[in-house]
């Protein structure tokens, strides 16, 4: 058993939604599975708590973890009644020597071009062998399936809802990428809580035998649909431009970050550049700032200069990678993808990556 989980070791149980929301009850651990917990019935005032199916809750080891997660089911263990906790995905990486890495791609801004840039760097790794999975999570406002001319018919909303799973929503995209879309214009996922986030996750943890890399398209700027996801991720990759306003609202994104309780390992990517003599600046004025007053440290990851044939290719529905693979910015995304990318060794070919999950998948 994980050295974080003991025998009849208490945990802390808070129920987020239903009757019980916010309580927090005593219970303890009974048995560790290797993804799931098994913890004892708690009571409240001599009685048994029902706790539904699917009801997520906050659960803390005092002293050293809290995360979120749902309740599967209830069982019994021996002599004791149990409700089955599913593990965060976050948790089980840390034991296995091959897992994807999630990465978030963020921005302080809107229309700094990060779904763009998302969508041209995913390419330009599968193109270099990695299973590439991309995941739209700017929720009430998603549009990755938009840009790549897909029509979804499922998408993260059911994930969350527990209507279908992570597999019965992906679509194919192009270059051997897969899809998982997101949802727009649907007011209940405008906003979501912590325990929603962490079921995205633990959800995306299932293609861990299919994916080298896993790509979230977050919301712009700092909101808790935007912080809830980026606590959860390996790294995250935040985009900006020159321009004075987006600068400033890249920094501002990167004060909040200092507050999580997880800080990933910081990319930085500036977009719509003039060249790399302005980019070079930006970037150093950022990562200066960052590490003088935030004690943060940014990895300088690349840019991409400002090129008519990206908005062009957006028009026509077509990654700019693709519909102009010669242009600068292509090139710029290659770039970026080549300091990115891990070895070779590493890497499952795409092809057989598809051929499996096209055994297991709806993707025609």
């Known amino acids: 058993m994980n050295s974080m989980f003991r025998m009849h070791q208490p945990l802390l149980l808070s129920p987020q939604e239903g009757v019980f929301a916010h309580r927090t009850f005593k219970t303890s651990i009974?048995?560790?599975?290797a993804d799931r917990l098994l913890v004892s019935v708690p009571y409240y005032n001599g009685k048994v708590v029902l706790l539904p199916r699917n009801t997520p809750v906050k659960v803390?080891?005092?002293?050293?973890?809290?995360?979120?997660?749902?309740?599967?089911?209830?069982?019994?263990?021996?002599?004791?009644?149990?409700?089955?906790?599913?593990?965060?995905y976050q948790l089980l990486k840390k034991d296995k020597l091959k897992t994807p890495r999630i990465i978030t791609v963020t921005s302080g801004k809107g229309g700094a071009g990060k779904s763009t840039l998302l969508i041209n760097?995913?390419?330009?790794?599968?193109?270099?062998?990695?299973?590439?999975?991309?995941?739209?999570?700017?929720?009430?406002?998603s549009n990755i399936d938009v840009l790549l001319n897909l029509h979804a018919r499922y998408t993260i909303q059911d994930v969350i809802e527990g209507k279908k799973n992570i597999f019965d929503i992906l679509l194919e995209g192009p270059c051997k990428t897969v899809i998982a879309p997101g949802s727009s214009g649907f007011p209940p996922l405008t906003s979501i809580s912590e325990a929603q986030a962490q079921k995205v996750i633990n959800s995306l943890g299932k293609l861990e035998p299919y994916t080298d890399i896993?790509?979230?398209?977050?919301?712009?700027?700092?909101?808790?649909?935007?912080?809830?996801?980026?606590?959860?991720?390996d790294e995250i990759i935040t985009v900006t431009t020159p321009e004075p306003h987006c600068i400033t609202d890249t920094y501002a994104a990167l004060k909040v970050l200092v507050d999580l309780k997880n800080v990933p390992f910081l990319w930085l990517?500036?977009?719509?550049?003039?060249?790399?003599?302005?980019?070079?600046s930006v970037a150093a004025r950022i990562m200066s700032a960052a590490e003088r007053f935030l004690s943060l440290n940014i990895k300088y990851l690349g840019h991409?200069?400002?090129?008519?044939?990206?908005?062009q290719s957006v028009r026509?529905?077509?990654?700019?990678?693709?519909?102009?693979?010669?242009?600068?910015?292509?090139?710029c995304y290659k770039e970026i993808a080549e300091k990115f990318s891990i070895t070779k060794q590493q890497v499952t070919p795409a092809k057989n990556h598809f051929r499996r999950l096209k055994k297991i998948l709806p993707i025609s």
């Open 316 to 331: 026509r529905l077509t990654p700019c990678l693709l519909r102009f693979p010669n242009s600068e910015a292509s090139r």
């Open 30 to 33: 009974i048995e560790k599975t």
């Open 60 to 88: 803390e080891i005092p002293l050293k973890q809290v995360f979120f997660s749902e309740i599967s089911k209830k069982t019994a263990f021996g002599e004791y009644q149990c409700l089955e906790l599913a593990l965060p």
């Open 269 to 280: 990517v500036i977009n719509k550049t003039e060249g790399q003599e302005e980019a070079n």
């Open 304 to 311: 991409v200069t400002e090129d008519k044939h990206v908005s």
């Open 121 to 141: 760097l995913a390419i330009a790794l599968s193109q270099q062998g990695l299973r590439v999975c991309i995941v739209d999570c700017d929720l009430g406002t």
């Open 214 to 233: 896993i790509l979230l398209d977050t919301g712009p700027g700092v909101s808790n649909n935007v912080m809830f996801f980026n606590q959860l991720v």
